[in-house]
């Protein structure tokens, strides 16, 4: 591509001008941010002010560089996930790595690019190394580049003016592969850091917006979707160097003096808009939610000792709006582990800002300015802020989309509260891929990623309609499961039986969640070798989230079935095959589909070798409900059994105390005398069965002084206990002196 | 043309009612920015749905208000007139819970089997009205965890500094979490 090829247009050293060094720039920026309150001591909007006009074109042509980034070098050369799914990026930032302007994509990573700015400042790159006009450099790290996963790759591309680093162009994608002992782009399994793949801390790869040769065998010889990589690597750098010609330009045209100023206005307005959008949407108070993962390894991974037991992740948050805007305060998630889903601060950003961003920034510009107006408290040693560097970060998504999904839904309830119930809604996020490695017949060796479940889910209930099927993607715009056939070309031997929703599969309540999907994978044929793990963000034998909305039911946990030596030919043969996790589990069941070895999987599997006719079946992306199941319209009901939503009577009948019979058609009618009467049974039946909570109080607190858990609840107890906080609020609730802790037992 | 704008009561009732159709809906999703008025619109159309005399302070779920009584009392509220008490302290202390701990009992709510949340690791707790047995809330949790209090509100800041208009009985000291103090005499 032109831009990559061509002279740069601006070289070091034209001038002999004392600038400023990155660690003088951050120290600057945040001196003037913090004795003013304002983004870099801005407290006029002179620019916007004496010329709206100009101000506006001025940021129309960041934007729209950034944009055309995208929409351009996608296309250029990219791997399926970026090109057909869209999981990338572009960004620019100011020299101190606050965001200026963002493509449409990976939106929330704009929290994170901070992180490998100050830790290149911190450690003197530009003074020690010198920091170039179109350098190329390379993020992959959680603790120094803020990056989520390691799946996840970052390119940053200084933008130099006389010496100074005015800018950053940052491109973004999701890896086909990483190199991990774990193939993939989550690396199941992973004890510490030094098992999660490429973990590349902020290093220069290149110059003069070109890698240099050796950069393209690290893809080769450490990772197993060279070819894809590299071409993903190509099309970051694409992107990047469009932006950084479209930024030399825009400051040719409006001058140096303008845009450094300018920038720093986008900033300071954005955050104004931010605010206002708190405090006219967010009823201030404090809003507590819960969450919980099941990390089991014990007995899965039995190679390093240490790291075989399992983990009852707990993830608690809190979120308090304030006249700076609002405050995350995490103390109570547990503390960090010998397990793949520790985050960082940057991981933990990169998850919060989902909902924030999407709440907050829908009408400004969206900038660090959101960043400046969400206060948020990681405690050191937790899961979340790990008091170890070498922690593994392999797959910290499968627990912070759930600290997205505690503060998005603080802002849905606060909506509702306030009467803006168009936008209240129950959050999810409980996506799934698959990934691994093979060799084909010839020997060829590769790995892979199939992002489907992740690409879309399903939208939780609104507290006016049910949920939506796939919509929903909190981490981009645009949610797409992707093509079939482009992911059945990614991974030779597997093709898809069945593709679709799964009916009966999200959170009951008035209304009802979105239906999560599920996928048959039919193994044809596997050359030499096929191994196939799954991560996920839910497949962890707990609900999406701990709470319901208002009497609903959280959306289902994830699940996986592996069904190896099968009479699949006999049952083609018939011309049947199952579409999904229930047609499966009913073949099995009714003898049709024989399988020697038939497991469910609530949680990681470890590698599973695939042979030929062996099925691979994946359900995720279930959602949450909202309201009482026996407020339910009934008509509803009906049209859920109709449509085969919901393929259960006795299911539903029990749930909704919706009575009806099959007609002739084969269609559902309803019996509104008898829903009538069984919706009072079932009334009658909840006072009946239930007891005072002061009752239930006392007996559970013998359970709790009795440490009457299992091992892995007790541990998740006094891991909680260990911050203060969360001893406080369990103590005074249990009404237990304040040094107690949990017995294991 | 003016920021603000008005929503109608109309389009308020067809939120709360669930009939509100797709266009509107879209008008309401893309507003640029949220038309000030809509909380006292709100609720003064939640006032003439419900049976009781008390004045809504603010909305809490589906049928769980907060309402101001005489005396300067601040309560927990349903639809039916069975009241929760202070709304300080969490008004799942003053409901019915019904708690699924086995698979079995779990499976008769989640769907498909494999679906269903791991019993040991998890228990379903589900809170209900004592007098009208509406089921306010639902907890999947480990057995001994806390029961949730998901959203205390500061009504005192809300009222003034958010909507300018401070609430008669108005005092620094309304808001605290009073939780504890429920439990503490209970044993």
């Not at chain 1, 990934?435 to 889910?457: C, I, M, P, R, V």
């Not at chain 1, 996790?581 to 003898?591: F, I, K, Q």
């Not at chain 1, 994946?618 to 009482?628: C, E, H, I, L, Y």
Request: charged residues 25%; hydrophobic residues 35%.
């Amino acid at each position: 591509m032109a831009t990559i090829e061509k002279e740069v247009l601006n070289q070091p050293n034209m001038k002999a001008i004392k600038a400023p060094t990155l660690a003088e720039a951050v120290e600057k920026r945040d001196r003037l941010t913090e004795s003013t309150g304002n983004y870099y001591g801005v407290k006029e909007l002179s620019l916007k002010k004496a010329d709206p006009i100009r101000y506006e074109r001025f940021y129309s042509k960041l934007h729209s560089a950034v944009l055309a980034a995208r929409e351009s070098a996608r296309f250029v050369a990219a791997s399926p996930g970026s090109r057909e799914m869209g999981e990338c990026l572009w960004g620019i930032t100011t020299a101190e790595g606050d965001t200026l302007a963002l493509s449409l994509g990976f939106l929330s990573h704009t929290a994170i690019f901070p992180t490998a700015v100050r830790y290149m400042a911190a450690n003197n790159y530009d003074v020690n190394d010198g920091i170039e006009d179109g350098d190329v450099y390379g993020v992959s790290d959680g603790l120094t580049g803020g990056v989520p996963h390691p799946g996840d790759f970052y390119s940053f591309v200084p933008i130099v003016i006389e010496e100074e680093v005015v800018a950053w162009a940052v491109g973004i994608n999701h890896l086909m592969e990483n190199g991990a002992p774990v193939a993939g782009s989550w690396a199941t399994f992973s004890v510490d850091t030094f098992m999660d793949g490429l973990v590349v801390p902020p290093m220069r790869t290149g110059r003069k917006l070109q890698q240099e040769s050796w950069w393209k065998a690290i893809w080769e010889r450490r990772t197993r979707a060279a070819t894809m990589n590299i071409l993903d690597d190509k099309m970051r750098l694409a992107g990047c160097a469009m932006i950084h010609e479209a930024t030399h330009k825009l400051i040719d045209e409006f001058g140096i003096d303008y845009y450094k100023t300018a920038i720093r206005e986008v900033i300071e307005e954005s955050r104004r808009r931010v605010l206002d959008n708190m405090k006219s949407t967010m009823v201030p108070g404090t809003y507590t939610g819960a969450a919980f993962r099941m990390a089991q390894y014990k007995g899965l991974q039995t190679i390093w000792s240490h790291a075989d037991k399992n983990t009852l992740i707990h993830i608690r948050a809190s979120v308090e709006p304030n006249e700076n805007g609002l405050k995350i305060d995490t103390e109570g998630t547990s503390r960090w582990g010998h397990h793949a889903y520790n985050a960082t601060p940057g991981a933990s950003d990169a998850a919060v800002f989902l909902g924030m961003i999407n709440s907050f920034s829908h009408n400004t510009k969206v900038t660090a300015g959101i960043e400046l107006a969400v206060q948020r408290h990681y405690p050191k040693g937790s899961i979340l802020n790990p008091d170890n560097e070498f922690t593994s970060n392999a797959n910290p998504w499968a627990q912070t989309v759930t600290l997205n999904n505690i503060g998005f839904g603080a802002v849905s309830r606060a909506m509702f509260s306030f009467g803006y119930l168009e936008e209240a809604f129950c959050v999810d996020g409980n996506w799934g891929a698959w990934q691994g490695q093979g060799t084909a017949e010839d020997g060829t060796a590769y790995g892979f990623t199939n992002f489907e479940w992740l690409g879309g889910s399903s939208r939780g209930a609104w507290c006016f309609k049910d949920g939506e099927p796939l919509v929903w993607a909190a981490w981009s715009q645009m949610a797409t499961i992707g093509d079939a056939e482009e992911f059945e070309s990614t991974v030779p031997p597997m093709f898809y039986l069945g593709r679709k929703l799964l009916p009966g599969y999200f959170g009951a309540g008035k209304y009802r969640g979105g239906p999560g999907e599920s996928a048959v994978h039919w193994c044809v044929e596997p050359g030499q070798h096929i191994g196939i793990t799954r991560p996920n963000g839910g497949l962890s034998s707990t609900t999406s989230v701990a709470l319901g909305m208002n009497g609903a039911y959280p959306g289902p946990s994830s699940f996986m079935i592996s069904a190896r030596g099968t009479n699949l030919d006999e049952v083609n043969a018939k011309g049947l095959a199952p579409r999904d996790a229930r047609e499966m589990l009913e073949m099995t069941d009714s003898g049709l589909l024989k399988v020697d070895d038939l497991k469910v999987w609530k949680t990681d599997c470890p590698e599973l070798s695939m042979e030929h006719n062996d099925l691979f079946v994946d359900a995720a992306g279930s959602s949450g409900g909202w309201g009482d199941p026996l407020d339910r319209d009934p008509m509803a009901v009906i049209e859920d059994l109709d449509s085969g939503t919901c393929p259960d009577y006795d299911f539903v009948n029990e749930m909704h105390g919706v009575v009806a019979t099959k007609n002739g058609s084969g269609n559902w009618v309803l019996d509104t005398s008898a829903t009538e009467a069984k919706r009072i049974v079932l009334r009658q039946g909840r006072l009946d069965e239930s007891v005072d909570v002061k009752d239930w109080w006392k007996a559970e607190r013998e359970i709790v002084q009795n440490a009457a858990f299992f091992p892995e609840v007790g541990l998740m107890y006094n891991e909680s206990l260990s911050f203060d906080k969360f001893r406080d609020e369990f103590t005074s609730f249990w009404n237990l002196p304040r040094e107690f802790n949990v017995l294991e037992g | 043309m003016s920021n603000d704008i008005s929503i109608s009561k109309g389009i308020i009732e067809q939120l709360i009612d669930g009939k509100i159709d797709d266009d509107n809906l879209e008008r309401l999703l893309k507003l640029p920015k949220k038309d000030s008025s809509r909380f006292f619109n709100y609720i003064e159309v939640l006032q003439g749905r419900v049976k009781w005399k008390d004045k809504i302070l603010l909305r809490l779920s589906d049928k769980l208000y907060i309402v101001s009584q005489a005396a300067g009392k601040r309560i927990t509220k349903c639809e039916c007139g069975h009241e929760f008490g202070d709304y300080r302290s969490n008004w799942k202390l003053q409901s019915k819970v019904r708690v699924r701990k086995t698979a079995e009992e779990m499976k008769a709510v989640y769907d498909p089997k494999p679906a269903v949340p791991e019993a040991g690791w998890q228990e379903i707790r589900e809170y209900f009205c004592p007098s009208c047995a509406t089921q306010h809330a639902v907890e999947v949790v480990p057995p001994g965890y806390p029961i949730v209090m998901e959203m205390l509100p500061d009504l005192d800041k809300f009222y003034s500094d958010y909507l300018g208009k401070p609430l008669a009985d108005a005092a620094s000291d309304w808001y605290q979490d009073k939780t504890s103090g429920t439990t503490s005499n209970w044993g």
